[in-house]
Structures are given as structure tokens and as C-alpha cells.
């Protein structure tokens, strides 16, 4: 996965290249949703009575290929939002999981909660695309980032009124946020080297960050053991994609992680 993260990045960087050759920064306020305020992503991570669930759109992943045959962004949408989900991430990347940042669009008018841009982010000209085409949030992945990426790319986020998650798979990447700048971390429990997942990393992760950050947990969240475990540490919501993606019937499957989510 860390090589597969290395390629990754340098297809983004060619990307990045396209869309500075069409857009100019100002192009991008002629987008509908450029001016238009954002939901409040951190407000619904922060519900004290619960874990919040934000429930992730993905097509396919490197790994595993496609993940849902019948894949229909805006259907699952619509699913997520009328059975519970506090918030939504859409996968935009294309090459390696058969996202769009069309879905982010689409489905941004009449979202009724926020959206999550999921992608593998190096460049403000991305976080402007995201802010136009009706992101709340975006994701920031620290294992691709300096610590001073992070700060420029966040206060470029936060200056077009979105929120960011900035997520981190290990403690050695710890050293690079500033959590004065930084309020909503996630945890990815995958180990990079191996695929395997361990609830154990949220524990051992968050219990190094202080008490006014909100932690999302990521990655082999699937059953109530699960959210029994991390209602013991300091989460306070979870990211589920590929469960809720494989089920027979998601919002049967939301309801019951719904269920298992009060505190």
C-alpha cells in the first residue's frame, strides 16, 4: 500500500497539471456551489450522546477492484441520508477507485448532510475544484504530506469555510500536526505494510492527542463489538465504507450500526 500510495501521488501530481492548464483559481467562483455556505462537519462529529457515523461512497479500491456491482452514487446517497448518516464521503479519485468529482456535484444538490471530498490531496487547486463542486470537508492524508503541506493546504480549507480530517495511520506522523490548526484527526486502523486492521491503533493514537480533538476512527468497523471497544477510547465517530458498500441492503445495515452507536 505504501508504494501503491507513491504512485498514487504521482498521478495526482499530473492531475494537478491538467487542471491548472484548464482552471484558473477565480474560474472556480463561477461554480454554483463556490459562495454557497458550507454544513458544519465538525458540529456533527462532536454529539456527546453518540458515535457519529460518516458513511463513504466507494466504487472500488486498488486492491480489491470494483466493490458493488450495482453502484449507483446518488441511490446511496439518498440511503445514507434518510437512514441516519451524519455526514457523507465521496471518493473522487478516478484511476484508482472509479470515483468523480461529478459525484460530489451531484449528489451536493440536495445533500441534507455534510460531504467529505475523498481523494488524495497535494494541491490548493484541489481544494478549490472540492469547494466547488459542493464539498463541506475535505480529506488530508498526512502520510503524503510535510508538515508544512498540511498547514498551507489547511488554512487554504479553512479559508473557503470547509473543515478538513486530517487522517494518519501511525504514531511516527504525529509530529506534523499542529492541533491548534487541526480539530478532527482520523485514525486509520489498516496497517500500510500488510492490509491488516487493529482497533488497538485508534486506542493507542488518540490516547497521544488532546481531549478537545475530535478522533474519527477508520477502517474494520463492522459490528457492535467493534463500537463497544471504541466507545472505551476517545472516538467520537467512525468512517465506514466497504461494509456498508457490500451490503445486500445498506440501509438496513446503517440502521444497525446506527444502533450500536449511543454512548
Not at 498521478?11 to 463556490?34: A, G, H, I, N, W
Amino acid at each position: 500500500m505504501i508504494d501503491i500510495l507513491a504512485k498514487i501521488v504521482e498521478v495526482k501530481k499530473d492531475e494537478v497539471k491538467l487542471l491548472k492548464r484548464d482552471f484558473t483559481l477565480s474560474r472556480f467562483s463561477d461554480y454554483e456551489y463556490f459562495e454557497s455556505d458550507c454544513l458544519d462537519f465538525e458540529k456533527v462529529l462532536a454529539k456527546s450522546e453518540s458515535i457519529s457515523i460518516i458513511a463513504e461512497i466507494k466504487n472500488a479500491s486498488p486492491s480489491k477492484g470494483i466493490i458493488r456491482e450495482d453502484f449507483n452514487h446518488l441511490a446511496i446517497a439518498d440511503v445514507y441520508m434518510t437512514n441516519g448518516a451524519d455526514a457523507i464521503s465521496v471518493l473522487t479519485d478516478q484511476q484508482f477507485f472509479k470515483g468523480d468529482i461529478s459525484y460530489l456535484n451531484e449528489i451536493s444538490k440536495y445533500k441534507s448532510v455534510p460531504l467529505l471530498r475523498k481523494d488524495f490531496i497535494i494541491d490548493e487547486y484541489q481544494v478549490f475544484e472540492a469547494k466547488a463542486n459542493g464539498a463541506d470537508a475535505i480529506l488530508l492524508i498526512s502520510e503524503i504530506l510535510s508538515a508544512n503541506q498540511i498547514k498551507e493546504l489547511s488554512n487554504a480549507v479553512f479559508e473557503l469555510g470547509m473543515k478538513v480530517l486530517l487522517e494518519l495511520h501511525s504514531e511516527e506522523h504525529l509530529r506534523k500536526i499542529d492541533f491548534s490548526m487541526n480539530k478532527i484527526v482520523g485514525i486509520n486502523n489498516r496497517d500500510l505494510t500488510n492490509f491488516t486492521t487493529n482497533l488497538n491503533t485508534t486506542k493507542i493514537i488518540s490516547e497521544q492527542i488532546k481531549d478537545d480533538v475530535i478522533i474519527v476512527s477508520e477502517s474494520g468497523i463492522n459490528e457492535k463489538d467493534n463500537f463497544d471497544f471504541l466507545k472505551k477510547t476517545k472516538t467520537n465517530a467512525v468512517l465506514i465504507g466497504e461494509y456498508f458498500m457490500r451490503a445486500k441492503n445498506i440501509g438496513d445495515s446503517i440502521k444497525e450500526m446506527r444502533g450500536f452507536c449511543n454512548k
